[in-house]
């Protein structure tokens, strides 16, 4: 057995990493603005040929990809959806609810294409390289999946976005998925009218964006010792004040 | 209150796709092969707002990155890594624990920074919209900042490796995390001579990547009713042959 490299891939250029810093900070999760526009079959390939590119924990690929079209299946989920969304709204304080229920969520019916994807937690047998000491790792493969899809999506602009407001054992009966494969995340795709400048919430005053440099430590948690250059370089890179 | 969203955000080009596609395609799990090279503060605060810029639920936001440069904090954290290795190893039937041992795992020491993710569960208060049904969502919105981080490190040629071979607590001591900060990811970056073309794991013989087309269903669980045009595409795009 050898551990041995192939030969080294090419250096990304300037240009190439801007393409990239571009996907990322443009890239919304989108519930409104889809079109009926189909999305082609090669587009679809490729946009899951990326999320298949994923790191996985083990090289374990746990995941699997049920594209949902059918109006009847959407409209189940749809279903599940709203029930969950009325009893998550009834956990709101009061001064938040009624914000909540203003707004949009979900794009279910109006996205061309449907997607769930899960984790099948026994792909690779019982010991998996890596999941040892973090059982959870499997799981956190799927979500690089989705993410990876999600900046694919970008790339090709079309719009995701991920519909968490569902009960597991909903979705698991609207898609006839068992009980040892876990769903991971319900995402709706489509072609839109545009991309946001901000997130959704953010525009609705929801919740605000933290500034990056009250989240960054040093060796240990909420450490911070004299100044710190990175720091400097966040705040010129964000126009963020300095903080404290 | 207003949703509407901001000016819409420029749509990508087919050279800036293609540049995604290829930092997606071509990303490695790093373990060898970083220099001594130190990594820019001015590259670091690009990556960091990078992965600041992933979607999370009900926009939490409930990341933290502590940037570990200190060697005695790194050696704390590789002693852990040695004995939740030595534990992993035992795990595996006799077969593959020699091939595990021959694995190089991680790239703790060598690389310039590591960086842990943490997730503060309580960011946005008790009740978080996104994650009443779906409780593990705030996680998950700390590991798609990992892979955004991941893929924004591979646009700056900078190599990232996940160390899971961890147990949490002995990741919380090293670092001083409170019990109420749960810890999702500790990372290795650097400078690296060149990225691998394929997987170290594939590369080792350990595990194969697996066909696309078999990870794909049509509106339920390994559903497939007659001819997909989504499966040929998918087959003319990685050169798979048909499934059945």
């Known amino acids: 057995m050898t551990t041995s490299p192939g030969p080294a891939q ?18 919304r999760d989108v519930r409104r603005q889809f079109t009926d526009r189909p999305i082609d079959d090669a587009v679809l ?3 899951l040929n990326a999320a298949h590119h994923a790191p996985s ?19 189940a989920v749809f279903d599940a959806f709203t029930r969950a969304n009325t009893e ?10 009624d914000a909540y229920r203003r707004l949009r969520l979900e794009g279910i019916r109006q996205a061309p294409i449907n997607l769930c994807l899960t984790c099948d937690r026994s792909r690779a047998g019982p010991v998996v390289l890596g999941r040892t000491h973090q059982p959870e ?22 719009g995701v976005g991920w519909v968490s407001i569902l009960a597991y054992d ?11 494969i876990q769903p991971v995340a319900y995402l ?24 990056l440099a009250d989240l960054v430590w040093f060796d240990g948690w909420q450490r911070r010792d004299g100044d710190e250059p990175l720091l400097s370089a966040i705040g010129a890179l964000t126009g963020e004040p300095p903080t404290d």
């Open 10 to 27: 090419p250096e990304l250029t300037q240009e190439e990493r801007a393409a990239v810093y571009k996907c990322i900070l443009n890239r």
């Open 45 to 47: 390939a490729r946009i």
């Open 57 to 75: 924990v083990g090289f374990m690929q746990p995941w699997d990809f049920i594209v949902v079209r059918d109006p009847a299946v959407k409209g």
């Open 88 to 97: 998550a709204a009834d956990r709101f304080p009061d001064a938040r609810r």
């Open 137 to 158: 790792m499997d799981l956190y493969s799927v979500v690089c999946a989705v993410q990876t899809l999600w900046l694919a999506a970008r790339a090709e602009n079309i």
């Open 170 to 180: 909903d979705l698991r009966r609207a898609l006839g998925i068992p009980p040892e």
């Open 188 to 211: 709706c795709l489509g072609h839109v009218d545009g991309f946001a400048a901000e997130p959704d919430l953010q525009t609705a005053g929801w919740r605000a964006r933290l500034p």
